[in-house]
C-alpha cells in the first residue's frame, strides 16, 4: 500500500512539473520549476530527468533550461483529434477563416475557463502563438459568453463566484447582474459579442454548438482587431456566418433542431444540410 502511494504521489508530481509549463513560461530552470510546482529541488530534478529520458520534457545543452518534448505534441494530438466537437469543426473553421481573413476559434468550457480546442488565422488577425489548449475568462469573451448561455443564472454562479471575475479592460464586465444581461442578448439574438472586454483593440462574435441532446458544448467565434472586424458595418452578416457555421457543426454532432429542444431558438434557423462557404458569405 505505501509502495502504491508513493507511485501515486510520484504520477501526481510529474503532472504538477508539465502543467507548469502552460502557464506562459517555454522555457524553466530547474529552481523555477521546483518553486511554481511546489516541489524540492532534488525531487524535481529527478522527476525532470524521468521526464526527459520519456520525451515528455527537453533540456537545452547550453542554457540548462527544460521546455516541453515533443512526444507532448503526439498526446495532444491524439486527444484533439478524438474529440467530437475538433472532428466536426476542423474543416468549417479553417474555410472560414481562409474567406473571412479573419481568426476563427472553437473552444469548449473547462471549469470557469473558455478552453481552446482549435483556432486558425486569417490574413487580418495573425498570432504568434497557438490558441489550441489555451485558456481565457468566461465572462470576458463572446465564447464564454455563448458556453454560458446554456446555463441558469444558478448555475452560472457557482461557476463564477461572486468577486473572481477579473476586470481585464475598463469594458469588462464583472458583475453577475451585468453579465444575466449580456447572457439574456446573447439567448436572444443567437450570438455573443465582445469588444475589448479582454484586450483592447481586439472583438469577437461568437455562437453556441448543441450536441444531439440539445447541450451547449462547444462555441465558434470569428476574432480580430477592431479595424478588421469593423462591428458597427459588419455584425449583423458576421452574426449570421457565425451562427450558420455553429449550427452546421452542431447537425454533426446529431443536433436536431430547435424544433426539437426547446429552448434553443435561433434567430437565423438550422439547415439540414451543413452550408457551403459561398452560402454562409452570402
Same mark, same amino acid.
Given at each position: 500500500m505505501a509502495a502504491e502511494t508513493g507511485s501515486n504521489q510520484s504520477v501526481e508530481r510529474a503532472l504538477t512539473i508539465l502543467r507548469v509549463f502552460t502557464t506562459g513560461r517555454p522555457e524553466?530552470?530547474?529552481s523555477d520549476i521546483a518553486r511554481l510546482a511546489d516541489l524540492g529541488l532534488s525531487t524535481a530534478s529527478r522527476l525532470l530527468a524521468t521526464l526527459e529520458a520519456a520525451g515528455f520534457v527537453d533540456r537545452d545543452p547550453v542554457s540548462g533550461l527544460y521546455r516541453l518534448g515533443l512526444d507532448t505534441v503526439s498526446l495532444g494530438a491524439a486527444v484533439l483529434n478524438g474529440h467530437p466537437?475538433? #472532428?466536426e469543426a476542423r474543416q468549417i473553421a479553417q474555410n472560414l477563416a481562409a474567406e473571412l481573413g479573419l481568426g476563427v476559434n472553437v473552444a469548449v468550457r473547462r471549469d470557469s475557463s473558455v478552453f481552446y480546442l482549435l483556432n486558425f488565422e486569417g490574413k487580418h488577425a495573425p498570432r504568434s502563438f497557438a490558441l489550441a489548449g489555451q485558456r481565457n475568462p468566461l465572462h470576458a469573451t463572446g465564447l464564454g459568453k455563448s458556453l454560458l448561455s446554456g446555463l441558469v443564472p444558478g448555475q452560472r454562479r457557482l461557476i463564477l463566484p461572486d468577486g473572481t471575475m477579473t476586470a481585464y479592460t475598463p469594458r469588462?464586465?464583472?458583475?453577475h447582474e451585468h453579465l444575466d444581461i449580456e447572457i439574456e442578448r446573447t439567448v436572444e #439574438?443567437?450570438?455573443?459579442?465582445?469588444?475589448?472586454?479582454l484586450a483592447l483593440g481586439r472583438a469577437c462574435v461568437a455562437a453556441p454548438i448543441r450536441d444531439a441532446s440539445g447541450d451547449v458544448v462547444a462555441a465558434l467565434s470569428v476574432s480580430g482587431p477592431l479595424s478588421a472586424m469593423d462591428l458597427q458595418n459588419r455584425e449583423e452578416t458576421l452574426a449570421r456566418i457565425v451562427i450558420e457555421a455553429a449550427d452546421s457543426i452542431s447537425i454533426g454532432l446529431g443536433y436536431l433542431g430547435p424544433a426539437y429542444h426547446q429552448g434553443s431558438f435561433s434567430p437565423y434557423g438550422i439547415s439540414d444540410e451543413p452550408p457551403s462557404i459561398e452560402r454562409l458569405l452570402r
Open positions: 524553466l530552470r530547474v466537437v475538433h #472532428r469588462t464586465i464583472i458583475t #439574438r443567437g450570438y455573443g459579442s465582445e469588444v475589448e472586454e
